[in-house]
Every structure is written in structure tokens, then in C-alpha cells.
């Protein structure tokens, strides 16, 4: 019997295992020289022109046009090499450049080589990260950058950690161990074994932190929301206040959230003030860096996170700042008393042995909420090893130079205006069209400038110039928050972006 033409083994296989091993290797030399072109397509495709500042940022198309020119039905049987490679050179055609020097839409952007390829690896080994017999190699090299990250954060005795998926996940950690921390029973026993629990956390905070509340069914009305200053910092007093409000309220204050480098401003709370605020009260500080940690790595520009060698645990992403390849975070905390182990194990037999022939200490599986994890902290290893500790300092110098260059030719253009002076890389600015230049400053002006951003916007993502996010604050009208990562933008980039933004929105 001859093969199906979708590979599948026939029965004239099954009864000559010699033909079945014979076909199982030309599969394998098809499967090989299909991965070969798709790289090279990728290499071509998603590398170099997503990459070309002469490209477009991205192909826009309305989910109805998308739908007719991709190819999205799923089908009985398989299709040819040929379809399945031109599958995947849409798939990058249509898709977001988010490495390319204009995209400025994220906390994330640019192309990092060396993280790519880890990348790469990681998705071909495909391996777990909960038992060092399934992942030796990586298990090593996760314990070894989470030790070298306390040691910047200045934790000179250690302490424990894990990557995981999203700095979502690692705040939804910190609140867990928190509580556990504070009523071990909780965990057998749930809400009914301990009093009303109160989070706090800044307005500026990332949503995150309420979503861990919800999840863990603390609730969203126990986060108590503390005051931010005009820059978007915790006020430490008005912290104080809150926590008195909850003990006078009968509930028990345990977790205080702070933030550094807040989504929008790019923000960093007195972690030093808040520190004295949750000795005096005995409550976990945890510190949400999942955008400013990579300020840990500048000489130049740590100062920003005074004080984080004090806290209980800490949040961190590396794709943002730090360029990792998606998704790259990291929970660490101070504890070394295996808390992390305590509050999450469940000691599957399957997967824990304690009888193994190897150090079962490094099994961390059971420290995680997930079962299946990836080897997420090779792809920072890797490019940490090629490039240094110095060399990422200096990537972080340039991009907060970058970002001052662009606040300072904000100042002096006519038509612009920035919302605040940037303390990181976050630039927020509004701009004004011709037509309301003349206005007085007044509510009517607010008003229409408020529906400049979302026009500039959609014109500039259907012309695929270039990619930058706008937002409304508080009471203040929509304004562009741009931020600035990547090493591959120059001064003639952010010009560009000026130039581009007046160009498209002059006619308003």
C-alpha cells in the first residue's frame, strides 16, 4: 500500500515496519527542509524588512479585508508546502513590526539578536521547566540569572524567584505569597480563615494588581486606592492615611503594591518613605518594576529605584526595557525560608519524587502555579552573556537620552506640548493642529483636542509610517504616549515622528 499523500501510515505500513521507518525518515527530511525555508523566509521576511525603517510599521487592514485575504479555514486534510509557507509569509506581511525603529506603541520594541535565537531554541529543544531531569540546562540557567537580578536588586543574601508567563502573573504572585505569609491557613481553610484582608496600591498602578484581587478572591473593592502627585508618585502620606482607614474599618491591611515606572507617566514611587510606612505596620512591600527594573541595570540611572534592596518581592520584565524576546518575567523575593515552595506546592508523585538519584532541590516545579513552564530565562541568559552587564547599562543611558532629546524638540516645535517633563523613557505630549492654535486655553480647546489623537492615530496606522499610542488621564484630554526602547532609533527617527504627526494631522 502506498502513503497518503497527508502522511499518515497506511496498514501496509503497520504490518512492514521496515517501510514504516523508511517513510517516518523521509518525513523527517521533509519536515527538515520545510523548517529550513520557513527560516530563511523568516530571516528575510520578519528580520531584515521588519527591521528596514524604509518598511512599513505594519499593513493595516479592517478585520473584514483581513478575513478575505488570509486564508483561515481549517481543513480535513492538509495542505501543500507551498500553501503553508505562503500561510506564514502573510502571517508576517499583515502583522505588527513591532521591532522596527518606528514602532514606539508598547513597553516593548526592537529586535534583539542574541534573545531571538534563544528563542528559537527553547521552541525547537521544547522542554519544561519543573523537574532538572526534563531541563538540566535550563534549570541552571534560570537559577543563575534570578540569583545575579537579587544581586542588582541588591539582596545580598539571596532569596528564591521563577519566571513566568507576564508581570501580570508575577504581581498575582507577590499578593498570593503575601497572604500566605500572613495566614499560612489560608491555603487549606480559604476566606474563612482569616479577617477582612485590604491591598493597597496607587491610582497610577497597572490594572494588574485589582485583576490579583479578583482572582484570588480577595476582591477588588479590598484594594485601596492611595493618592498619586501630579507626576504620578505614591504620596507615602496619604498611604498612611489609607492604612489607618482599613484599621479603623475593622479589616487588616497586609500587602502594599508600589510602582516603578508607572505604564503611563513612567513614574517611580518613594520606595525609600514607603519602606519606613510597611516596617512600622509589618506589611509585604512589593515592588511592581515590571517597566522601570531595567534602571537597575544604568549606574547612571538606578537611583530611581532607592530603596528596592528593602522590599519582599519584586516584579520585572525583561522584554521591556531590556529588549528580551516576548514573553521574559521574572517574580523574585527576598525570603529564603523556601515560602514559595510552602504557599504553592501540591507534590504531584508523578513529577516530585524525593528518592531521585539527583539534588531534588532543583525540581522547582512545584514552586509555580503552572505545571508546564517555560525555559523563559534563557532567552535573557543568552543575550546577557553576549552582550554584558555594561553594555545593557548603556542601552538603557541611550534610551532615556533619546527620550530627552525628544522632550526637548517637543518644546520648541509650534503645536506641541508635552503633558509632563519624563522622568524615564514614557514622553507624553499633546498636538495642536493650526485651526486651534489660536484658541484660548479653555474647555471648548479640550474638547476638540481630545479628538485630534484617535484621527492622527488611525491615519498614521493605515499609512504604516509609524505606530505610537495616545490615551486620555484623568481629566486631561487624549494625549500621544510615546516610549522609547529600542538602540536601532536615532534622532532622525523621533524628527521623523514630529514631522510625521504634524503632516498627518495639520488639516484637523
Known sequence: MEKHMNGQITVGELINPEKCYLSAAVDMEAA???????????????????TNVKEKVCEWRSPEQLKELLDLELKDTGESE?????????????SVKTSHPRFFNQLFAGMEPHSMVASFITEAIKTSLYTYEVAPVFTLMEDVVLRTMMELIGWEDGGDGLFNPGGSMSNMYAVNLARYSYCPDFKENGIYSSSRLVMLTSQEAHYSISKAAALLGLGTKNVYVVPSDYRGKMIPSALEEKIQLAKREGAVPFFVNVTAGTTVFGAFDPIEEIADICEKHNLWLHVDACW????????????????????????????????????????????????????????????????????????????????????????????????????????VDR???????????IKKREGFRLVIEPEFANVCFW?????????????????????????????????????IGYQKHGDKANFFRMVVI???????????????????????
Open 431 to 467: 498636538y495642536i493642529p493650526p485651526s486651534l492654535r489660536n484658541v484660548p486655553d479653555c474647555p471648548e480647546l479640550w474638547k476638540k483636542l481630545h479628538a485630534v489623537a484617535p484621527v492622527v492615530k488611525e491615519r498614521m496606522m493605515k499609512s504604516g509610517s509609524m505606530m
Open 486 to 508: 529600542s538602540p536601532q532609533v536615532n534622532r532622525q527617527d523621533l524628527d521623523f515622528v514630529l514631522d510625521e504627526i504634524h503632516s498627518l494631522g495639520r488639516d484637523l
Open 82 to 94: 507551498s500553501k503553508i509557507l505562503q500561510c506564514c509569509k502573510d502571517a508576517i506581511r499583515y
Open 292 to 395: 522601570g527594573g531595567g534602571a537597575l541595570m544604568s549606574k547612571k540611572h538606578k537611583h530611581l529605584l532607592n530603596g528596592i534592596q528593602r522590599v519582599n518581592s519584586v516584579a520585572w520584565n525583561l522584554h521591556k526595557m531590556l529588549m528580551a524576546t516576548l514573553q521574559c518575567s521574572a517574580f523574585l523575593v527576598r525570603d529564603k525560608t523556601c515560602l514559595l515552595q510552602r504557599c504553592h506546592c501540591a507534590g504531584a508523585t508523578y513529577l516530585f519524587q524525593q528518592d531521585k538519584f539527583y539534588d531534588v532541590s532543583y525540581d522547582t516545579g512545584d514552586k509555580s502555579v503552572q505545571c508546564s513552564r517555560k525555559p523563559d530565562a534563557f532567552k535573557f541568559w543568552l543575550m546577557w552573556k553576549a552582550v554584558g552587564t555594561k553594555e545593557l547599562g548603556r542601552r
Open 399 to 409: 534610551a532615556l537620552a533619546m527620550a530627552k532629546y525628544l522632550a526637548q524638540e
Open 32 to 50: 527538515e527542509n520545510f523548517i529550513q525555508q520557513a527560516m530563511d523566509m523568516i530571516i528575510q521576511e520578519a528580520v531584515k524588512k521588519g
